[in-house]
């Protein structure tokens, strides 16, 4: 650690070194005619190939000329802008205008609703609000249903409980972040994303693969940023209502105030519940759980130039009930499901530019506490589990010379108190981590080409996990090269770890009898991924295309497995024997046919395998090796209609092993899930410019999963388990929704 730290040290002193160097360097920032900051833009002295490019704060840095020189900005889609810069002169506010279109690469959506920035170095998936609004997105778990990166799993019947998977593997091997900070980890991990209401959202980051060290060790498949709407661009009064025939009504209702001077501040509320009372395929047991929650989001910003701060507060409250209808004759008592959470989350940010006078001298931090209790019982099963948990992160920014190598320097600490109980065992845990993180970015400017062509990141981070009490080193690189504008490849390889919080990422298991078996040698989880990624754009029968290619793999050093298959009445939790790895091909075209229309075609390819305690290599259960999604989206041209449409077809899954279970409780469980396919469909109309009214429906093909609960008819016998989800439990869902906001509404 000590040795670390020197190094840290020495990396730091030897960029201000040469930076105090660098004092005839001219400095400068550019922006557009809205004062909107840069990112990416070709600066250079005219009539030469000495120059650079602007930052991810708009700033630049290049040798200064001690005879009066025409310095030239070039930014896509804008018109270049040339300066006359005087001897003497070392700093420079440059405004470009005459906006025609932006050169972004589209990967799916409309209108650039999701889209891949050509001057993003990491592959990240950028998903705006528009396009959240093509489906009910009524919490961020919902928020994926037009996207081919990110699966969602089916709720399970008797818990509710829903979980994404990315790049193959379940979503706790992605890291959860909102606005850029590590969130919801832990016991809170079974609800998280429906903890972020859809409303709130502002836009959602995909970042594949390794991804950046700045936020930790974790994310071994990659990142999900959720980026919450901001006070002061939000609508003053913006309102949202929803029902559905599931039983289930939503209201958001968002209240922003510019106030004086550079203060704003927001106020967002959510309030919803479902009553459910379907029993679809008649096992006795509710279809999914009625819940209730209540949530809210305080929101106080402050914004100068050379200063931005915020502060924000966050309470939840969550229930729900669902489990057995009526009790079966002879029998006594019902296998009910009853799930209790409270969470208080506060958090904030300052940070500030110009330190010491130098734009590109940069310094941000970043703080949060949090308590989250969880109370549950699931039939026999007891679960009890409080946290408190605090994060702090300060991040230095600089540069080396010039703007085309900036460095950032970040130390950081997570600390998590957990008090877990299931029955009569005993999880608790403590956990403190402090650690620090160096992070290089080099940008080699093309001027012909208005952008930097070739973009390397490199960046180490070390950690002191005490839980294990072990040091963590992990290396992570990423580089992009831009054929042309519109043909870009990236690549990225990068080391992660993950804490294991085996319950609470495994809740689904205690809606059952199984008993639970924990090794006694289980540790971190340790992998690697490598990514490669491949988009182009082009023009077919003169209207614009895209093509995207990812393929991802995942090695792990460590993986705990959660094996369902080698006994009937127990789960085991155990490090894997041997190879576990994931495969992941993902491709995608998207195809403007006509103005207002789009198309998209994504197809993934996944092949996740691991060794179980039996020596053999097995494809993990519930994982789909094909998926597809299709989606149609067409805006007539006044704005006044939006009509979207998709089909998303999931492939065979290999099921838990039941063939040591009774017959008579297994006979119409297949061991390979069938193909099928889920058809959803919406309609918005905007009526006036303060309104909108959205219908649609899901599982418009009605296709179902009959058999959901093994020994549904003998809740209290060993084998009754309702873990096995592969499908839709309900059928055919309508809803209807209703935007409204003062100020005007946009389709």
């Known amino acids: 650690m000590k040795n670390i730290t020197v190094l840290l040290a020495g990396l730091f002193l030897y960029s201000h070194t040469l930076f105090s ?25 005219k009539d030469t190939k000495q120059g650079a490019t602007t930052d991810t704060t708009g700033h630049f840095s290049l040798p200064a000329r001690n005879v009066a020189s025409t310095l030239v900005v070039h930014y896509i889609g804008y018109t270049p802008a040339e300066i006359q810069v005087l001897p003497g002169e070392n700093n420079i506010w440059v405004e470009v205008s005459g906006i025609s279109q932006l050169q972004q690469v589209t990967v799916n959506g409309a209108s650039f609703d999701t889209h891949v920035s050509t001057l993003e170095t990491r592959n990240v998936e950028h998903i705006s609000s528009k396009e959240l609004r093509k489906a009910p997105c009524c919490n961020l ?27 193959g593997l379940r979503g706790v091997y992605s890291q959860f972040m909102v606005e850029n900070r590590p969130t919801m980890g832990g016991i809170a991990t079974p609800f998280a994303f429906e903890y972020i209401p859809g409303t709130w959202l502002d836009g959602i980051q995909l970042a594949k693969g390794a991804s950046s060290v700045k936020n930790g060790y974790a994310g071994i498949t990659g990142q999900i940023n ?33 106030g004086k001077g550079r203060i704003s501040n927001g106020l967002l509320m959510h309030g919803s519940f479902v009553e459910n009372r ?98 549950a019982l699931y039939g026999p099963n007891k679960y009890a589990a409080t946290q408190k948990s605090f994060y702090w992160q300060s991040l230095y920014q600089t540069i080396i010379g010039t703007t085309d190598h900036t460095i950032v320097i970040a130390p950081s600490l997570q600390y998590d108190d957990i008090q877990e109980t299931v029955n ?24 012909d080409m208005e952008m930097p062509d070739l973009v390397l990141v490199i960046g180490a981070r070390a950690d002191w996990n005490s839980r294990f009490e072990r040091l963590l080193f992990t290396p992570r690189m990423s580089a992009k090269y831009n054929f042309s504008q519109k043909s870009i490849a990236r690549i990225s390889v990068g080391r992660g770890f993950r804490s294991p919080n085996l319950m609470a990422e495994n809740i689904s298991l205690l809606a059952g009898n199984r008993a639970l078996d924990f090794a006694s040698d289980l540790g971190l989880e340790e992998a690697w991924n490598y990514g490669l990624n491949f988009t182009q754009s082009f023009k077919a029968a003169r209207r614009d295309a895209t093509f995207s290619l990812d393929v991802y793999r995942t ?134 410019k303060k309104l909108e009214v959205y219908i649609g429906g899901e599982n418009l093909t009605g296709f179902q999963q009959h ?41």
């Open 21 to 45: 160097q660098a004092n005839t360097n001219l400095t400068g920032m550019v922006t557009n005619d809205q004062e909107e900051l840069l990112i990416g833009a070709s600066v250079f002295w």
């Open 278 to 375: 379907w029993d679809m395929n008649d096992d006795n047991f509710y279809d999914s759980p009625s819940r209730q929650q209540l949530n809210g989001l305080y929101r106080v910003f402050y914004e100068s130039p050379g200063m931005c701060a915020q502060f924000n507060v966050q309470a939840l409250t969550d229930h729900r009930q669902g489990g057995q209808i009526s009790p079966i004759a002879g029998k006594t008592g019902l296998f009910s499901i009853d799930q209790n959470n409270d969470r208080v989350e506060v958090w904030g940010k300052i940070g500030y530019e110009g330190i010491g006078g130098k734009p590109y001298n940069q310094i941000g931090n970043m703080i949060s506490a949090s308590w989250h209790r969880s109370d």
């Open 141 to 167: 778990s919902e928020s994926f249903e037009t996207n081919g990166a990110v699966d969602v799993n089916y709720a399970n019947a008797l818990t509710g409980v829903k979980e994404i998977q990315m790049l």
């Open 555 to 688: 090695d792990f050093v460590q993986q705990i497995l959660a094996d369902v298959d080698r006994s009937p009445t127990q789960v085991s939790f155990y490090n894997a024997k041997g190879k576990s790895f994931s495969n992941s091909i993902l491709a995608s075209v998207l195809y403007n046919i006509l103005p207002g229309f789009d198309v998209k075609l994504s197809y993934k390819w996944n092949d996740v395998r691991a060794t179980f305690a039996d020596g053999v290599l097995r494809t993990i259960p519930l994982v789909a090796k094909h998926r597809g999604l299709v989606t149609l989206d067409y805006t007539t041209p006044n704005k006044l209609w939006a009509f979207h449409t998709r089909v998303q077809v999931m492939g065979p899954q290999r099921l838990p092993d039941n063939s040591q279970i009774p017959h008579e409780y297994t006979h119409d469980f297949p061991t390979t899930s069938p193909t099928f396919g889920i058809w959803n469909a919406q309609v918005t109309r905007r009526i006036g």
């Open 424 to 447: 009569e065992g005993d999880l608790s845990r403590k956990e403190t981590v402090p650690g620090a993180m160096v992070e290089y970015t080099y940008s080699r400017p093309n001027l």
């Open 707 to 747: 058999n959901a609960i093994i020994a549904a008819n003998e809740p209290d016998s060993p084998f009754f388990n309702g873990s096995q989800v592969w499908a839709p439990m309900m059928r055919q869902v309508a809803y209807l929704g209703v935007r409204f906001a003062p100020g005007g509404l946009q389709l």
């Open 226 to 258: 959720a980026d919450l709407v901001k006070p002061h661009l939000d609508k003053p009064l913006f309102i949202n209502a929803f029902t559905s025939t599931e039983g289930r009504g939503e209201l958001n209702v968002h209240l922003n105030k510019k």
